[in-house]
Structures are given as structure tokens and as C-alpha cells.
């Protein structure tokens, strides 16, 4: 792509509005406007060019990137510090643990200690429901306080890394991967795509992505389908985020508890393992109460439960029933591989096999997402920077 | 502050003689003259005004600042950071554990094999008594020798970050938090401190702050009292540091075993638990000879010994004692807040929530002040360099 | 060194052809021409002049160094980091924990999830027979994928930090030393090498090192000799490299079961410990089976039969049989040496003690060693990019 291509791309995010995005926090895609959602592509693309043009778009001389992971991350820990290296930030891990930690003073407090020169904090928190999001708005809070009284130099940005709600900059890189394979946003308009649960032999896994698959799909006019057996259900506050943006979309959003009947037909399918979110609030309230006994005897229960559901695995036969038998698998990996990291799991093998390099595509896009976000927060006037970037045509390698 | 403003800093920081410091190490404040001391406050003020006009101070295009931490640390860490990198230095961690690990050889070597290509190492080892600052003593000859040999193309500055005697660059951003609070450094003369001991339900915390206190304010004519309950005695060499700085500067120190009589007409507050300084000499002999038992007992012992001094907690009812009932309270967090973080502590709720800005704000100097040392340790002619970046006019932010 | 030197010496680099070094990975050294070799002596030379004349060879605007380290390491780490950061790299630590991962996908995988933006790969994988090399070339093959789909937009370059096989980082640093230490490349010809074994209290030690060395001291036609008790044969396969290598270059390859034979003349002794092949394969097999009895049991008879080979210990009385009661003493760190970190050990103190400043002027020439490594994988015509960097004129520090 030649550099009149990543002009033309800048005079079409000129035409966005973000500038709702400056100087704020990116927590939830819904609570984000249209044009922000496409500045967010648009920019990740356009920071992409740059890159594979050896053209560099460090906007920061120096500063930090907070990174506070309370789950284990390989996949989101580097696409961050793929991110904040391209900009020009320094990654500063904050190590607290995994625990729960105290909530009030001491966030405050530490969110404010950590931020001095930090331009951007980047959490993971998706462990516990009703608490992920909930600690990331105390974060961002503190640190609002913070820079109001004069204390912090500048207003470090949030990034959600992944809550108990939604994974933004999963979903965000599922997008950007349905654009790039289909053409553009307005090609994804009537695509149907078919989030559906599917058996793993672990427990647990967090609801972010199907929440936040359901709760950014629908905005394109996709026809998304949500299937899942019965106890899965995911948070209502979300599904009826979905409906609102299937409405306003022209689109739809449905339910159903057919993995076959979600796949009929569908252009893209992402099979994936997700626990029921009434369990996950039981373990919530356990791990509240320290009861180390009931968390484990919830754990065998859920693990028999998930058990029912063996069938629920994203198979050969199932995909014949896909759009002229060819949907795009997506997965946000790993995924369980029926025969080769588990016994039996969400997916079959051969399926896996047909599509690991789009499936590598697609988790190749976060870094970008993710530099696109803090760009559009951290830089007043995007178009014009990156003009200003293009111009200045700094070589990554020399 | 405008660029004119910090010229006039700049001037002012040519009259001072930091020569001293010029490839030499930050261990103890009483180390370091006069001049050297205000020359890090100046220091740490320019860099702060250039940094808030997006002037950027970055002299190292690279260099790693090694770190190590043999105790836990979030705030000194990342300052320790955020100094790095505001010069172009690239944090690397030396992660050996927090055991005592041997002398002799083993320091010898790894201080020079990590140092290769170390502009900086800065250390936290304040665990126990006797060894913190030695270890940094050897360490700073092991590299002293290793430049002298050719072996290392230059010769990394030790920065304390904390040890068992002092902790210079808490006590250097608590005056720097004096100076900005109460106009200038002059302004500070005749001030009175109260560093006093406080109730925590925890035991064994360092006595670095207290001995870092008082060795650091009596140098600029404070009137500088030191409260504690009898059995909860400071290292004697530091006391009578604290006596010769107050006679060379026309203060004062002295010592009170009551909280009210420090807090009466004091200007500023600093309470804060530490342990005795006689039970840490017994729990590092007890470390030495592996004595697990030992220490079990001595843990109950001291928390035992606390409990006896519930009462000495910095209270509403205290604070009506200090001058215009309004002494600036201190702490260098995180404080033990009762009802907050314990159930009784060193602070009554309502007197912190009261300070939490100037505390926030306290703690905000430590990076610069860390980048200050750092620059006139590496910087021949600090003055002359820092006229020519704010020439050079770099930006932070693009 | 002036810069009329460095010019003299990129001349020299311009006449070796190191064009199969581009692109391509670090992980053997006998998989490398001896053009090659030479080039990366030149290049890490020519990398440290410019550092110690300030003028900085940064060619990295931005990029990851990812570093996976499946052993502890303190001198390779610093030694990677140093070089990552001199070229303008930022390290970013791939922590999977010291057990055997899974291969097959999971290593694919995330091999490709890291690469998205690095520019190079570290790993050290040395602790199982038969795994650590076949690893690297698992991760390799991996990103050349990647690479070719067009998921990765740079191929990351490998660098071998250590495997079962080899070390070359640790063999190159070595011979730069005798470069450094005899004059030149030329003068190693005809100089006689005893890479013995020593006695030392632990067990278990990679037998890269010894492996390393004979590998590759044997290119320039050098005497080596390879001494050890029975039973600690090293792998047959490096020893054929070693035979071959030696034929074609002019020199010797020989084994001998005695110190005092291999230390006979010796212009350079490398007294070490390692591990019996024969016990290492037989340690990775137990692992595999997560034999834990059978590891234990393993360790206690290696003990045993190490305990038998007390007196083979680089004494002063071994150091009289070398030429001129002289050779140069070497050691890759930390040595056992007797009476300082064991009871008896691989080294007396009074040998040990005379050889430190060599020993660390060793260890120094690594992080240059990964360096030029490093950029003569991702510049295509080296001696140019050099030259282009000297003109450059960047400084190091302001």
C-alpha cells in the first residue's frame, strides 16, 4: 500500500468525530459512538501502513504504559506492549498478585502512585463478575481526582485489557479482522455470525468475549445469533445492549439453544467455551468469603455440568451447514482442540487446521486496536498528527 | 512556569557547587553538601517545569538503570521508572530474590556483569540492620574497581533506594514537598517537625524514614523533634548526625517520649510507625542463623510490645495542639489508616482524608528527585546541559 | 580508538561475506562459515568502539526483543537486554515458567502471538538432552510461516542463549576474549585450548559450554583438547564437528582422561564442570515421565560419581604444567571456586583470584556478541549501515 493509500485513509478518519475519545477512557464498545468505533479501524489501519512502510508513528518521546494484569496474559500482554513500544511508551508492570485486592483507599491511592509520568494504564481484570469494570471506574476515578487537584501531570487513559463485562480490544481485533477479510465495515451489513458456546474441559472461562461479540456486532448490521444450552446465559445488561444496537443497526440479534440451528447459514462462526454467569457470581461471592471448599465443590459441579454438553463442539459436519460450507472460524485463542490440547474440546481438528493463518490474522490486529485507542485518546486532533507522522516519515529501522 | 522562569532556575543552579557529585553515588544525604542538596531540589524542579512544558530532558539516547528490590515496592519502583525514563534509560530488574544473598565474590561479580552497559543501579535492600548499606558500599566498590580496570566503559551511580539507615530519596521528596508548600527552601528555617512514632497493628517496618527524617531537615534550621515510646530508640549515628546538622544550621533536634509535647505548635506532623531499632539488630542475627522459631517469637514479642502504645495515633484531638491547628501532616504512605486499612493505626481517618492531596502530591516529587541525582551524577556540567535542552527544545508529546 | 580505526575496521568487514547471516538465525555455530563468524567478531568490535565514543548504533526506532528464559540467568539476561537496548529495542519477557511446555501447536502459536512486532528472538532452553535446539527450531520454523502467510510483517530473528547443544553467545564472547586477549583472530592459530572438566559440588551443569568450545575454538586452527573423567563424555555428534573442524582449519582435536595431560603447555585452560550426556538424557527421560523418585535417585549417584573426581581442580600446581606457568584462565561465571562458594571446587582462589579482571573482560564482549549477532540478521549490508552510523554521528548521552 503506497503512502497516497494512508492519505486517503487519514481524510476519511478526518471525517469522524472521536474527539469524544480525547482524553477519555476505553472500558466498553458500547459506551462509544459509531464514528468512534470506525476511528478506532481506521486508525489502527492507518498506524499499520505506517508500520509495514518502515514509516514510524511515535508520538511519545517518553512516558509510561501501566500494564496491570490480574489474569495470566501472553496474547494481550504483548498486542499492549506491541502497542505502547510503536508509540513510543515504556511498559511498567504493576504486580499486585491476582488476588482481589482492597478496594477504595488503597486503589486510589496506588492509581494515583503509579501515574505520575503514566500516560496510559492497560488492566485485565475478568476474574470476578461485578468487579472487573466496577475496579477499572475506581481506577479512572482516582486518577480523574488526581489530575483535577494538580497532582498528576497529565490524565493517564484506561484501557479495559478485559472485564467481567467485555474484552474491547478482542472484540475490536475481531472486527478489524471481519473487515479486512470482507472488504470494509459497510460489507459486514447483513453477514450473519453465530457466537456459539461450545464444550471445553476446563471451567471458568470468562464471559467477556461472547458479551462483547454480541454487544459490537450487532452495531454493523450483522445477524448475530447467540447459542448456548441452557444455563449459559450470559448477562442480560448486555444482551439487551445487543438488541438496542440490532435495532438501530438494522440488523438483528437473536437466541437460540441449537449450535446447528446458529451455524445454518451463518458467514462467520465463533465457537467458544464461556461459564454460566450465575456461576461465576456464585464464585464471586465464595471467593468473597474465603470459602475455599465451596469454590472447589463448585468447580466439580461446573465441570459435570459443561460435561452434558460434549456435543457442543465445532465439527466438520457442523460446518457443512454454514454459508456455501465455508463460514470463517473465529476463535480469540487458544482454543481447546478436540485430540490435541484436550481430549475432546470446542473445536475439531481439521476445522482448526483450515483456518490457523486466519485465525493468526485475526489476533495480529490487537496491537493495532490497541495503539489506535491510546492515539485517539492521547492526541487532540488524530488526522492531522498522522499527517504530521507521514511527513515526518521517521524510519523505524534505520 | 514559563521558559524565562526556568532559566532563572537554571541560573541559580550554576551558583551551587554539585561537582561532587559528578560520577559519584547517592547513599546518605549526610554524604552530600549544602550545595549538592539544594542542587538536587533545583534539579528536580527544572526537570519538573520542563516536563510540564513538554520539554523533554532526555540526555540518554541509551543506557539500562538497573534495579534491584530485595523489598516489595510500588511507589519507589515506579518512580524509580519514571526517572529512567524521562532520561532514556531502560529499566532492567535484577530479581535475586529477598533473601540475604552472600557477600564477597558473588556481589563483586554480579555488580560488574550486570553493569556492562548500566548508567544507573539503583537499590532497595532495607531489611536488615547493618547489611543494607553495606551491601551498596560494596557494590559501589565493586564497580568503582571494575571502571578503574577498563573492564566497564563507565561506571554506574548507585542510587539508595531505600536501606537500613537511610532512605534519601523519600526524605529529599518529603523536602521538596516542604519547599513547594512553603515557598523556598530558606522558608523552612525556624519551621518546626514532629517525626513521631505512631501505632501499627504490623510490626518490623524499617527505620529508614524516621533516620532519613532527621538527618535531612536539621540541615535546613528546623526546629526537628523526634517522639517515641521508650523502647523504640532510632541508630544512635543518626541521632548525632541530627545534632551536628542542627548546630551547623542554627536548629535544633531533640527528643520527646510524647506525641502531644512534639505536635504542640508544630508546623509539620510526620507520624509513622517503625520498629525498635534494637529488636531489628535481634531479627537479623535470627535471619543469619536461620532461626525461624526465633523470630516467630519475636514477632509476637514486638506486636505485643506495640499494642502498649495504641494510644499513639495522629488524631483530630493531636492536631488541635499544632500550630494554628493546622500543622502540614506527612507520611510516605501507604499509611495504616484506622478504620480504613486497620482497625486502629497511625492516622485517624478524617485527619487523612483531610491531607490526601498534599500527600499525593509529597509523593509526586520522588521521581524527580530520583532523575535529579541520577542527572548530576552523570551530568559534568548540570547547569550548562540543562540550558542547552530546554534549547534543544525536544518535545515529550509530539 | 579513533574513528579513522572503526573505518579501517568496517573496511575489513566489507570484505567478508556475511550475506547468509540476513535474515537468518543465531543457533549453531558450526551452522555458520567462517566468514560469518569472523563477520560477527568485526561487527561487535566495531559496536563496542562506537559505544565507547559515544556515538550510538541504534538502528531500531522502535521494535521487541522477546526473550524466553526456561533456566535462570543473570549474565545472559543483562547481556541480551544491553544489547537490545543499544540497538533501540525494547526486551519483553516471554515467562511460560522453567517446565517442558508443550510442543506442536501451543509452540506455533505462540510463537506467532509474540512476533506481531519483534524484530528478534532470545531463548535459553538448556536444560534437556535432545529438547532446547529442537525447540528453537520448532519456534523458527514457526515464525518463517508466519512469516511467509504475511501474518508476521518482520520475520523475527532467532537467537540461541543457550540450548543443550550449544552456547554460542557464551563461545563467541569466549574466542572475542582470545581476540581481544592474543591480538587477532590470526594469532589463535596454532595456541593450544584445554577445555577440561572440573570437579564441583552441584550437578546437573549444561554441557553447551564444553560443547561450545570445542565446536568452535577448533575453526581457528588451534590445539584443543577436551579432558574428563569417565563417564562425562560430551554428545558425539559436536565432537565429529569438532574433528571436521580442526582437520579443515589446520589445528588438533584430542581427548585425554587427565588434567595435568590437557593443562601440558596449555596457552588457555578452560577448567568447568558438566554433566555426564549419558546421565542428562536419562534426567530429561525421568522428567518426562514426571518421575520424581527416579530424578532424585538420578541426583544422589551423580553426586556420588562427581565426588570421586575431587582432584579435578584447577589448582596452582595444574597451573605450573601450562606454558610459561601461564595460561590464560577462563571460566563462563559464576565458577565453583574452592573455599570462597563451596568447600571444594573447579577452581583454587589464588588461580581464580589472579584471573578476575580477564575473567570479567570475558563476560563483557558478550552483550556485543549478541548485538552483532542481531544486526547482521536485520541490516542487509552491514559494513554500509555501519558507516552510515558513524556518519550519523549519534551520541550515546547528550
Known amino acids: 500500500m503506497s503512502k497516497a493509500n494512508i492519505e486517503e485513509m487519514i481524510k476519511q478518519l478526518a471525517e469522524l468525530d472521536s474527539a469524544g475519545m480525547y482524553l477519555d477512557d476505553f472500558l466498553l464498545t458500547w459506551d462509544r459512538s459509531d464514528d ?24 511519545f518521546e517518553s512516558g509510561l504504559a501501566v500494564s496491570l494484569f490480574r489474569d495470566n496474559s501472553t496474547r494481550t500482554r504483548f498486542s499492549y506492549s506491541s502497542a505502547a513500544n510503536l ?8 504486580d499486585e498478585g491476582k488476588s482481589q485486592i482492597a478496594h477504595g483507599e488503597t486503589v486510589r491511592e496506588t492509581a494515583n502512585m503509579v501515574s505520575f509520568m ?3 494504564i492497560g488492566i485485565r481484570d475478568d476474574m470476578y463478575i461485578g468487579k472487573g469494570n466496577a475496579y477499572m471506574r475506581e481506577v479512572a476515578d482516582s486518577v480523574s481526582q488526581g489530575y483535577a487537584a494538580g497532582i498528576l501531570e497529565q490524565r493517564p487513559t484506561l484501557v479495559n485489557l478485559q472485564c467481567d ?51 459490537l456486532m450487532t452495531r454493523f448490521g450483522m445477524d448475530v445469533v447467540l447459542a448456548h ?6 448477562m442480560p445488561e448486555v444482551e439487551a445492549v445487543a438488541l438496542k444496537n440490532a435495532a438501530a443497526a438494522g440488523g438483528s440479534f437473536s437466541k437460540t439453544g441449537s449450535m446447528a440451528e446458529a451455524f445454518q447459514d451463518a458467514d462467520i462462526v465463533y465457537p467458544k467455551s464461556w461459564a454460566p454467569f450465575n456461576a461465576m457470581e456464585k464464585r464471586t461471592e465464595l471467593y468473597g468469603n474465603h470459602d475455599m471448599d465451596g469454590i472447589k465443590a463448585l468447580e466439580q459441579e461446573l465441570l459435570a455440568q459443561n460435561a452434558n454438553f460434549k456435543d457442543w463442539e465445532c465439527s466438520e459436519r457442523l460446518m457443512t451447514l454454514t454459508k456455501d460450507r465455508s463460514a470463517l472460524y473465529m476463535h480469540c485463542l487458544p482454543a481447546d482442540i478436540t485430540g490435541v490440547s484436550c481430549k475432546q474440546g470446542e473445536v475439531t481438528a481439521s476445522v482448526f487446521d483450515r483456518y490457523r493463518d486466519p485465525l493468526y490474522f485475526e489476533a495480529s490486529y490487537k496491537p493495532y486496536i490497541i495503539a489506535a485507542m491510546i492515539f485517539l485518546a492521547k492526541v487532540k486532533d488524530p488526522a492531522s498528527k498522522l499527517t504530521w507522522l507521514l511527513q515526518r516519515n521517521q524510519q523505524r529501522i534505520a
Open 36 to 59: 468512534e468505533i470506525s476511528a478506532v479501524f481506521k486508525t489502527a489501519q492507518i498506524l499499520m501502513q505506517m508500520r509495514k512502510n518502515n514509516i514510524s508513528p511515535q508520538v
Open 165 to 215: 463485562i467485555d474484552h474491547p480490544t478482542q472484540s475490536m481485533a475481531d472486527a478489524m479482522h471481519l473487515i479486512q477479510h470482507f472488504g470494509s465495515l459497510e460489507d459486514l451489513k447483513g453477514k450473519k455470525i453465530a457466537m456459539s458456546w461450545a464444550y471445553s474441559p476446563s471451567y471458568g472461562k470468562p464471559l467477556s468475549v461472547p458479551q462483547g461479540i454480541i454487544g
Open 87 to 94: 508509540l513510543g511508551l515504556t511498559v511498567q508492570d504493576l
Open 118 to 120: 503514566a500516560d496510559v
Open 229 to 234: 444450552p441452557q444455563g449459559y446465559e450470559v
